[in-house]
């Protein structure tokens, strides 16, 4: 068990504080509005873009860019260089996201310590 005397966080937050991350959580929400609306089931349907599959993807749109005349008709490379475009911005704000709260599991952190004082 901690040391219950060892607290080494001793802070708040104004209401004012408290409305700025709502409203900038709220613009992240205005600001990106593509990634709400899926259904559970659209994404376990729908292709997706990871890290692992990265490559062939790349790949994929280059094959279907340079071998467009012997390929179906609705393979578009151009919705997919959309989508991996997005990807690779949304990985990384994601980045970003992660390099901020994970290191010290700040979040975790400070609501573990809010619960534990409180």
């Known amino acids: 068990m901690a040391n219950i005397t060892n607290n080494r966080l001793n802070a708040g937050l104004t209401p004012a504080q408290i409305n700025a991350v709502k409203t900038s959580i709220q613009n992240m929400y205005t600001q990106l509005p593509m990634l709400l609306g899926l259904t559970t089931y659209e994404r376990i349907a729908h292709p997706k873009i990871n890290v692992a599959n990265k490559a062939f993807t790349e790949d994929a749109i280059n094959a279907i860019a340079n071998n467009s005349d012997m390929l179906p008709g609705y393979l578009d490379a151009a919705p997919m260089k959309t989508d991996l475009q997005l990807f690779t911005q949304l990985d990384e704000l ?7 709260f994970l290191p010290r599991q700040r979040l975790g952190y400070l609501v573990q310590v809010s619960c534990t004082t409180a």
């Open 94 to 100: 994601t980045a970003l996201v992660i390099a901020y």
